[in-house]
């Protein structure tokens, strides 16, 4: 088992459970999702930000993370992951 980097609860994850874009989610160790409530989250996380190719309005989510442990950024108005128009 792990420890939540925010609270210190452990967590774990299961490969059989996750978000609706299809990631692992973390887990409690009852099972639920994983929901920190502590107050000193990581900044930037679910704050309006603006990407810095495009300007479109983005978000991060802590639970979102790609398959390499990296966080996607998500449309601000769709919660989709960020089509950027500037990537090539």
Excluded at 10 to 36: A, E, W
Aim: charged letters at 25%; one cysteine or more.
């Amino acid at each position: 088992m792990v420890s939540c980097f925010n609270c210190g609860e452990k967590i774990f994850f299961d490969d059989n459970i996750r978000n609706g874009y299809g990631m692992v989610i973390p887990l409690d160790d009852n099972g639920d999702p994983h929901s920190c409530r502590h107050n000193n989250r990581k900044i930037g996380f679910g704050e309006n930000q603006k990407c810095f190719r495009c300007g479109g309005n983005i978000f991060f989510d802590e639970n979102y993370m790609s398959i390499s442990g990296k966080h996607v950024p998500l449309d601000w108005a769709t919660g989709e992951p960020h089509d950027c128009p500037e990537w090539t």
